[in-house]
């Protein structure tokens, strides 16, 4: 068990795909931002790569562990210190208890950090996933970020089992601030909805997060298409409105003339194109993208390169990356 | 790159018309997902009603490396593994599957009728709506005397505010699908003679209150937390979604509304609304929920002899909406 000191910004339990299975009911998946970050600090502490962990968003989270445990923090440099002596990332480390973890400001790129601990974080199980859902007040612990005072308990594990663990130095991602986010088009795209001008803006422009942005959606500054319809017919009279569809995790939605990139949080379906979609195996960049900083540049994929793409960032999410210090 | 070489970006095949089905085309949505899309844009029934019977042969035929489908009023969101099932490979599977379904005016749906109250141009979504002109957009059209219900009244050619809300009350509505947010019905009007259109904000709104009735395009949604929104906020009902599952409604599930549901509205007033939402959450509130069976062939009939009628809306519809500025 540990006890939270500060809760952070937001600070949630997110299990790793989530919540699949139940877009047809408007629930989404939620899970972790970062899936590459979150799998691999939970591998450094021999977890399932999926198992139930800590999504620390801009860092200031503080915990006192009640027992001994074997923890990883991956993703945004948070400046870890335990008990004031600083600790490495993207490694694994034995925790005393009574010892404190405590996270700072996140130093240079980067946004999310993910915090596994051996045995996994012990919460129970809403609609088959431990992952919060905070718009909807459901999963992780109480349907709610962490907060001070909260006593989150750990799952048993085997602590002889411990060894030190670390990801091979050439494979921690350098967080840019200016992203190339890898994305294939539709279901709304070129030459029906957008123009071929307006396709190759999208893919031309560099993109600014706007500050109003979180985990169900990164919205993007408006731009005046010139759009291939007149208006939306039945559907409304913008032609960025069309009858309502289901909307795929990572769609980037044209919402009158903003674009607005749904994450993991996201609606599951609307009544606004979506003409673009962020490669399942790019979805990681979006956790690590500050609102009101960075930028993105997207880069056109064919579903053969994206279907690659995904199988080398599951590779890369994976033991394979492991080495032992 | 030229025009010439391009065709289109997102389309991967497209079968046509054939034994009285609408068309079918295949969109790529990004490479996790395919988006099967049926018929034209346009408000008919009879594409939820092949829909919902497609999605049903589809879960019992699902292909390896297919996840979940989402359907909505004309098309099914697929969610799949590109790494282990080929897009052609899905798409030649629904399309199949499409061509197997029987006629559909032999199609018997099972169809609850749901009755909800609902407190007209609130004090909720009034406050909603004035945070949002105060820190999103002054100069929104769609706003007229803090609310949206009197655009929505000029842009379908009503008189006034409260003819737009006996309009829309005077039909059951279809719910097509489930989604945007948990257990977020999105539903259609059934009688066409009262099918009010309205466009949607521009942009959207950061929040919108839970249990707002909202309306954009033909579609009429309710929102079951707080959350954005691009839909024209009419008015506010009852909890239709309850994590903590307090009244017996929501017992088997946090959600209350299903694909296929018909659903009514009676008017009340704030103060009404304030106690029946208290006793949602005690458990004493009894949902109005009839379980029943939709006969296609049966509603088909009776849209044939209200054709007129549905026509002289339409048409009148069309000619203000020309007129009335978009948001």
Redesign the interface.
């Known amino acids: 068990m540990f006890e939270v000191l500060e809760g952070g910004i937001q600070t949630t339990v997110q299990d790793f795909p989530g919540r699949e299975g139940l877009l047809d009911q408007g629930i989404c998946p939620a899970g972790p931002f970062d899936n590459v970050a979150h799998r691999l600090a939970n591998i450094l502490v021999n977890n399932a790569p999926g198992a139930a962990g800590l999504e620390v968003t801009a860092g200031n989270f503080q915990a006192t562990f009640h027992d001994d445990a074997i923890i990883a923090l991956c993703g945004a440099n948070m400046q870890p210190k335990l008990d004031g002596e600083p600790m490495a990332m993207w490694a694994s480390h034995k925790v005393r208890k009574g010892q404190t973890l405590a996270l700072s400001s996140v130093d240079g790129g980067g946004f999310r950090s993910y915090l596994a601990v051996a045995g996994a974080i012990d919460v129970p199980e809403y609609l088959g996933s431990k992952s919060t859902y905070v718009p909807g007040g459901i999963g992780g612990f109480e349907g709610r970020p962490l907060k001070k005072g909260d006593l989150v308990k750990i799952g048993p594990h085997a602590s002889e089992g411990y060894l030190h663990r670390q990801v091979r130095h050439d494979l921690i991602p350098v967080y840019t601030t200016e992203w190339e986010l890898e994305a294939v088009p539709g279901p709304q795209s070129a030459p029906d909805y957008w123009t071929w001008e307006d396709f190759d803006f999208f893919f031309s422009n560099t993109w600014k997060l706007d500050r109003n942005s979180n985990r169900m959606g990164y919205r993007m500054q408006s731009h005046q298409w010139q759009w291939a319809r007149k208006s939306g017919g039945v559907a409304g009279g913008h032609p960025s409105n069309i009858l309502d569809n289901g909307y795929a995790v990572g769609a980037v939605n044209i919402a009158g003339d903003q674009p607005i990139i749904l994450g993991v949080d996201g609606p599951t379906l609307g009544g606004f194109v979506c003409a673009v979609g962020v490669a399942w195996g790019a979805m990681w960049k979006l956790g690590q993208m500050a609102p009101g900083r960075d930028t993105i540049r997207f880069k056109e994929l064919t579903i053969d390169q994206a279907a690659d793409l995904a199988r080398a960032t599951d590779l890369w999410a994976s033991a394979q990356s492991l080495t032992r210090g | 790159m030229s ?1 010439v070489i ?1 065709r ?4 991967l095949a497209e079968t046509p018309p054939q034994d009285g089905r609408p068309k079918a085309v295949y ?7 395919l ?1 099967a ?1 049926f018929g034209e ?3 008919d029934l009879t594409l939820s009603f092949r829909v919902l019977g497609l999605n049903t042969l589809l879960k019992e035929h699902r292909p390896a490396g297919m ?11 697929i ?1 799949y593994d ?2 282990r099932l080929a ?1 052609a490979d899905l798409i030649a599977l629904v399309d199949r599957l499409y061509a197997s379904l029987p006629p559909v005016e032999g199609l018997q749906i099972s169809s609850r009728e749901i009755t909800l109250p609902l407190a007209v141009d609130d004090q909720w979504t009034r406050a909603d709506i004035a945070k949002y002109v105060q820190y999103i957009r002054k100069d929104a059209p769609n706003i007229i005397n803090g609310n949206n219900i009197e655009y929505a009244a000029q ?1 379908n050619g009503l008189e006034d505010a409260e003819a737009f809300v006996r309009t829309f009350m005077a039909t059951p509505w279809w719910n097509a ?8 019905p ?1 539903m259609f009007p059934m009688d066409p003679r009262y099918a009010v ?8 709104r ?1 929040f919108t209150p839970e249990g707002a009735v909202g309306i ?4 009429l949604a309710i929102y ?5 929104g ?1 839909y024209q906020l009419i008015g506010r009902t009852i909890p239709i ?1 309850d ?2 599952q307090r009244n017996p409604a929501f017992a088997a599930n ?2 209350l509304m299903k694909p296929g549901d018909r659903v009514t509205f009676t008017r009340c007033t704030d103060d009404e609304l304030i106690a029946l939402r208290e006793q949602v959450y005690d458990g004493s509130y009894v949902y109005d929920i009839r379980e029943g069976t939709l006969d296609v062939g049966q509603y088909l009939a009776g849209l044939a002899a209200i054709r007129p009628e549905t026509e002289a809306f339409r048409a009148r519809q069309q000619a203000a ?1 020309e007129r ?1 500025p ?2």
């Open positions: 025009d391009r289109n970006a997102a389309v969109r790529l949505a990004g490479d996790r997902f988006l899309e844009m346009e408000l996840i979940e489908s989402i359907p909505a009023l004309r098309s099914i969101l969610h590109s790494t897009p842009y699908a489930n989604g945007f947010f948990p257990g977020l999105f259109v309205i466009p949607k904000y521009n942009p959207t950061p954009a395009g033909p579609c079951p937390v707080p959350s954005p691009g979604y994590p903590k946090p959600i909406a009335t978009l948001p």
